[in-house]
């Protein structure tokens, strides 16, 4: 093989390997500085907007999973509020054909992580959002009674973002530690838990490398 080309193949390798050496250390710094609230059950500092889409748990209730989604509204695009606005129930469903036919839907999660990386809690971990949908995993349905949801801003096709990927790091380590209960095992996708209805957050999502962020 050519210097070059040896070259060109190192520095990419290279490249690769600090990106995810430096988000292994930057982790642990962001971990330190989100905390979960324990009276609240929220997130901070992480801007909160109330959704009206949640109820109670059905009592004694232990929270033992995170199911990870992926959402972009309008579909394929990033960057808008809709995403927060279909949560709170506040959708303008004349502001893009997309939107006539959900707006009235009442969905939610308990936080959202955008491409930037900013995080948006909707709903208190303790409270039941609605995520799941129809649902079942390990013989158990209605997930959303047990779990906790936590969208990505996305689609199935398209890479989700480093900073993403950080995030989502942070916020699962505190909620391992908030909320014991859940297991490595236990972070699933909707996908996983609503098959053949649901393939969120897509195949580009990289189970392996979030897993390898956290022991
Ligand atoms: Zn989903």
Not at 88 to 116: W, Y
Not at 162 to 172: E, F, K, R, W
Request: glycine share 6%; aromatic share 10%.
């Amino acid at each position: 093989m050519p210097f070059l080309h040896i070259l060109v193949l190192f520095a990419s390798t290279f490249k690769i390997h600090m990106t995810k050496r430096l988000s292994l250390i930057i982790i642990p710094s962001m971990t330190e500085i989100l905390k979960i609230n324990p009276t609240t059950a929220l997130l901070t500092p992480v801007k909160y907007r109330p959704s009206p889409h949640h109820d109670e748990r059905p009592q004694n209730t232990l929270i033992d999973m995170i199911v990870v989604h992926g959402i972009s509204l309008p579909p394929g695009e990033f960057g808008s509020n809709a995403i927060e606005e279909f949560f709170c129930g506040k959708l303008d469903s004349n502001s893009h054909p997309a939107f006539a036919s959900i707006a009235t839907v009442k969905v939610s999660a308990h936080l959202l992580i955008r491409r930037t990386g900013e995080m948006i809690q909707f709903v208190p971990f303790t409270k039941r959002a609605w995520h799941a949908g129809e649902s079942h995993f390990q013989g158990r349905t209605r997930c959303n009674d047990f779990s906790i949801g936590i969208e990505l801003e996305g689609t199935d096709d398209t890479c989700y973002e480093q900073t993403q990927y950080q995030q989502l790091s942070s916020v699962i380590q505190l909620l391992i530690r908030a909320y014991p209960f859940i297991t490595r095992d236990r972070i699933v996708g909707h996908a996983d838990i609503a098959p053949g209805r649901k393939t969120d957050p897509g195949l580009t999502f990289d189970w392996q490398y979030l897993k390898g962020t956290f022991a």
